[in-house]
């Protein structure tokens, strides 16, 4: 994060609207470089300050510095479940056929994402459901072009998983991609908001989650997903293999995922809440 754009806009007399979608402060995960003093001379030179959970203002509060929570928004329509058989996607063309699918989706670019704890969470629903088809999705599918993801890879072996797991990159067609899976779990702690999240109830999908970060602004634990202590992934492979055996379950928790997404989830409310910050902001000048 760097002051100069709101440096500039004092300088000239322009309001300016600092927009937060990442935990920032000493306590976070993306530390500002002079801690509490840069916090508040952006709020002296930021005339509206907007966060996108209550998590990533949390750091505001603490230090009584006013700011609105914007959640962020999708076009719901995008990720409407298909009435009739999904596209597979080509990526998974050549998985057998009959297997729950238990999904994550992040970057392999960034340790911040947990895939580890996704494959300790897979190996623990192996054990009791072997015919498990497990996806990792993001980045890319070559695991051999970093020294997280070789060491991913070797974790992934070690817990013999090699014949379950499926590492299939990226995947542009995102709203397919979240209907290819039965139960998508997120690992993730630290997150802003959790987009990935967002979409999988939007498309139905059950999601088991950690009680962390924005995340878990975004489920009612038990009604339309689940969240689970850090620390404890034996209690999210319970909730999948839970989920896995019933399908009753897994469509009366994806039901009400999707339920909610549309109540709160589109586009169009933050796009309204968002013209009426700026020009809040435009009339304060």
């Not at 469509?251 to 709160?264: E, K, L, V």
Request: with cysteine.
């Amino acid at each position: 994060m760097s002051p100069s754009g709101a440096l500039a806009a004092r300088l000239t007399a322009t309001p300016h609207i600092w927009h937060v979608r990442e935990s920032i402060g000493k306590h976070n995960q993306y530390p500002l470089l002079l801690g509490d003093l840069a916090l508040r001379l952006m709020r002296r030179w930021s005339g509206t300050i907007l966060c996108n959970s209550d998590y990533t203002a949390e750091v505001f509060r603490e230090m009584r510095i006013p700011v609105r929570v914007i959640q962020n928004g999708l076009d719901l329509a995008d990720f409407a479940p298909d009435e009739g058989t999904p596209r597979e996607l080509s990526s998974l063309a050549d998985l057998p056929p009959g297997e729950k699918r238990v999904g994550m989706v992040g970057n392999l670019t960034t340790k911040m994402k947990r895939h580890d704890v996704f494959l300790d969470i897979a190996a623990l629903v192996k054990a009791a459901a072997p015919r498990t088809r497990f996806i990792v999705f993001g980045g890319s599918a070559d695991l051999e072009q970093t020294e997280y993801t070789r060491a991913l890879r070797q974790k992934a072996e070690a817990l013999g998983l090699a014949e379950n797991l499926t590492w299939a990159g990226f995947e542009k067609d995102i709203p397919a991609m979240m209907r290819s899976l039965d139960v998508l779990i997120h690992p993730a702690l630290t997150e802003g908001s959790g987009r990935v999240v967002m979409e999988a109830m939007a498309s139905g999908v059950p999601v088991i989650a950690f009680r962390s970060g924005g995340v878990k602004e975004l489920i009612d634990d038990g009604v339309n997903g689940y969240l689970v202590e850090p620390g404890q992934p034996a209690r999210a492979a319970e909730i999948a293999l839970r989920l896995l055996r019933d399908s009753n379950t897994r469509a009366i928790i994806g039901a009400a995922a999707r339920a909610h997404a549309q109540r709160c989830f589109g586009a169009q409310t933050m796009i309204d809440s968002l013209k009426e910050a700026y020009q809040s902001a435009v009339r304060k000048k």
